[in-house]
């Protein structure tokens, strides 16, 4: 758009087409250059000076219209209905991208929860951990609902959404689309029949061995646990119980009574302290290098920390009754877990030095090295609002950091998916505090 003539942030008109509305715009556009403009396409829309009106141009509607008509039918493609939310998650809007066909949840929507509708698939904790990501305002992907029609039918449908934030950076709610996938887990569930039966079939050709124990015969992956001599880790294996951690549970709050010790393999959790129960800061970062529930050991069953998983994985569970007498046993053990805790202290303390001196691009490096670690990945999900609370700064100066290391081809980051592309600049681009952090758990491991 070439043209003064232009003005979109006033209220657009549609007017009829037709001969009227050329004649109405060349009342308004006299002089011969500006005719010129809209004879060549340079102009899009007229306006009126008396009422501040704007004429959208025939041939700048028709554009529109296309354009409008190509997003709807790309929508349709990957999406049955889209919709919107408040800053309170209630729904304000929902949307059919086809006609006639609405969703099987749909009657009384408007105003209500998600919560609220009749899905029968999740339970009360698994809505209270869905609810943490909103709060969080994490983007949601591929939730997946079951429920009832009107008529007693099964429907499957998956949920995805995005946060949506003012040129303010205030939470305005949420933006997202269903998708229909009642056809794809009817195929799944045949697909699970026919592993079951295959998988029966075996065993009763094969019998297998009988109360085989957690990881005996597999590697070790928490290297705490696998800096154990042998006889001491068969000791504590006993007590120990393989459980999947999911992005967004939460293990313990601060204050809360500490019921389970976590050794994860491959999964990623954060220890965060708030302020007034809502705002966070990071103050550790604990993967399979060690334990959650470090303050056990050190004679306090009360969690100062919030532990938050931030990367979907599995761990280790000990109840503390099991592992305080494991720690009484095991000297070894004991001198595993102090070591542990000391690296923690350091970890927190020079935490505390960077958020305090350092800029947000080069924290972001180093926070994002810390994670590929100790998640074995280059690859993992996490959304700006997330790297918000984690660094303790707004959500504009993440997105302006991320969008600094991705025109330096060090990351690419699309919808919450980073990936680090150059680890190599991305340890140039990171603050000192990344080899420090590396050298603290690295001396920890070899002494």
């Known amino acids: 758009m070439k043209s003064s003539l232009l003005a979109l942030d006033r209220k657009l008109l549609r007017p009829e087409t037709g001969s009227g509305v050329s004649a109405r715009i060349l009342r308004l556009v006299k002089s011969a250059p500006e005719r010129r403009a809209i004879a060549a396409g340079q102009v899009d829309a007229v306006i009126d000076p008396a009422s501040g009106a704007v004429f959208l141009l025939p041939e700048a509607q028709q554009a529109l ?32 991208t086809t006609a006639g066909n609405p969703a099987p949840y749909e009657e009384g929507l408007i105003g209500k929860l998600l919560w609220d509708l009749p899905f029968d698939n999740m339970q009360k904790a698994d809505w209270d951990v869905h609810r943490r990501q909103l709060d969080w305002r994490a983007a949601v992907r591929d939730l997946d609902l079951r429920c009832t029609d009107a008529s007693g ?76 001599p042998r006889k001491d880790y068969r000791a504590v294996l006993a007590g120990l119980e393989s459980v999947t951690l999911t992005y967004g549970e939460i293990l313990y709050e601060p204050g809360e009574r500490i ?92 935490t505390a030095a960077c958020n305090r001196f350092h800029v947000v691009e080069a924290r972001l490096a180093r926070w994002l090295l810390m994670t590929g670690d100790r998640l074995r990945s280059d690859q993992f999900l996490l959304t700006q609002a997330f790297l918000a609370d984690m660094l303790g700064v707004r ?23 980073i990936r680090i592309l150059d680890r190599e600049g991305l340890e140039a681009a990171s603050c000192a505090c990344y080899k420090i952090f590396k050298s603290i758990h690295d001396h920890a491991q070899a002494v």
């Open 65 to 96: 219209q296309k354009d409008r008509e190509r997003i709807l039918g790309l929508l349709a493609l990957s999406a049955d209905w889209c919709w919107e939310q408040d800053d309170n998650y209630r729904f304000v809007s929902h949307t059919a």
């Open 153 to 228: 039918q099964t429907h499957w449908v998956s949920i995805s959404a995005e946060p949506l934030f003012d040129e303010q950076d205030r939470f305005q709610g949420y933006r997202g689309i269903t998708r229909d996938i009642t056809v794809r887990k009817w195929y799944e569930a045949l697909a699970q029949l026919s592993q079951e039966q295959t998988a029966q079939h075996q065993r009763e050709e094969q019998p297998v061995e009988r109360g085989r124990k957690v990881a005996q015969a597999d590697p070790i992956a928490n290297r705490l646990l696998a800096a154990l």
């Open 259 to 350: 019921r389970h010790v976590y050794f994860p393999s491959d999964c990623l959790v954060s220890l965060l302290t708030t302020v007034e129960h809502h705002q966070a800061l990071e103050v550790g970062l604990v993967g399979r290098e060690g334990m959650i529930g470090i303050s056990l050991a050190l004679g306090t069953e009360v969690s100062p920390v919030r532990a938050l998983v931030q990367g979907t994985g599995t761990a280790l569970r000990m109840s503390t009754t099991r592992f305080r007498k494991a720690l009484r046993k095991s000297l070894t053990l004991q001198d595993e877990v102090y070591r542990f805790a000391h690296a923690k202290l350091a970890q927190a303390r020079q």
């Open 395 to 417: 959500r504009v100066g993440v997105t302006q950091a991320a969008a600094t290391l991705q025109r330096r081809k060090l990351i690419s980051n699309s919808r919450g998916k």
